[in-house]
């Protein structure tokens, strides 16, 4: 079951999505593509889909601005120098402001390079982390339950502000989308999909259309190989849940993401716990957690509920 490996098809995969995105861009009668843009990896694959179907002058990227990525200017030029983006179709998204105005004040942390939002009392970075992942661990960040303490309130609060910066940046991006007549590109792939590692209506969700949706972290980076973007742009899987968060398959799962979609593939194809030990030789534990995810990521992949009447 082991149908992770694309690069036999990995061609015949990069024609089909040119073929849709320029289909899609046709139908809809837009004049070209928006990307919501990181300069990590997926993202860069979505842009450089976008501008061999449709062309460099019918593509723009809009980047958020964001204090709490490190390396995120060094990683953004190295891709827009890869994309040969030319400074006019760069759209900065800035949105410092609009989280002040809703009451996300700043906390410098002694010894440490980030910021989180400060909600009424310290804590300390690591903590932050270590909490949030322990207390909310199994449901992911799309629900997160009922706080049962202040601590949990806390912690749920400040998760909430962080998602606000990827929802803000949506709407903003779909602003400039709707006013330029162009298509909105979500970033996100089958992985965090499958376990929910993305903000619910966040950047790179909430779009018109999502050209990695149904490749596995591990198949992009093929296609990533096969675009031949730098493996200094490759090798990036950052958070957009938590600030400071590098790698989120390792953080949450201290697995790699190939290993994650190991499983993952295992259980979208109807087998179990105990058939995928028998498979595999991963533990009951880290297999358990996948699937805790998998399980819960269904809300937070969910369209809105409609009741049947």
Request: aromatic share 10%; charged share 25%.
């Amino acid at each position: 079951m082991e149908d992770l490996d694309i690069k036999v098809r990995v061609h015949s995969i990069y024609e089909n999505l040119k073929t849709f995105i320029e289909t899609q861009v046709r139908e809809r009668e837009v004049e070209g593509a928006l990307v919501l843009f990181s300069g990590y990896m997926d993202s860069t694959v979505v842009s450089k889909l976008a501008i061999d179907a449709l062309g460099q002058d019918a593509v723009q990227v809009i980047l958020r601005t964001d204090k709490y990525v490190e390396n995120q200017e060094e990683v953004f030029k190295e891709s827009i120098a890869f994309l040969d983006i030319s400074e006019e179709k760069i759209i900065s998204c800035d949105i410092e402001k609009l989280m002040r105005n809703y009451g996300a004040e700043n906390l410098s942390i002694p010894g440490s390079i980030r910021e989180i939002p400060s909600l009424y009392q310290p804590l300390s970075y690591s903590l932050l982390k270590f909490a949030a992942r322990k207390e909310i661990e199994g449901k992911t960040y799309g629900m997160v339950g009922k706080a049962s303490s202040d601590r949990e309130r806390l912690i749920h609060k400040i998760i909430a502000y962080s998602k606000l910066r990827s929802r803000l940046h949506m709407s903003i991006a779909y602003l400039n989308a709707e006013t330029k007549n162009l298509f909105l590109f979500g970033t996100i792939n089958k992985t965090e999909l499958l376990t929910g590692l993305f903000t619910k209506w966040g950047h790179g969700h909430a779009a018109d259309l999502m050209p990695l949706g149904n490749l596995y972290r591990s198949q992009v980076f093929q296609l990533a190989e096969y675009l031949e973007i730098p493996e200094t742009i490759r090798g990036l899987a950052k958070a957009d849940l938590l600030p400071g968060i590098a790698n989120k398959y390792q953080y949450f799962f201290n697995m790699d993401a190939i290993d994650v979609d190991r499983i993952l593939v295992r259980l979208e194809n109807g087998l179990d716990s105990k058939d995928i030990q028998k498979e595999t030789d991963f533990s009951e534990e880290s297999i358990d957690k996948i699937l805790s995810y998998f399980n819960s990521s269904a809300y937070t992949r969910a369209a809105p509920l409609i009741p049947k009447i």
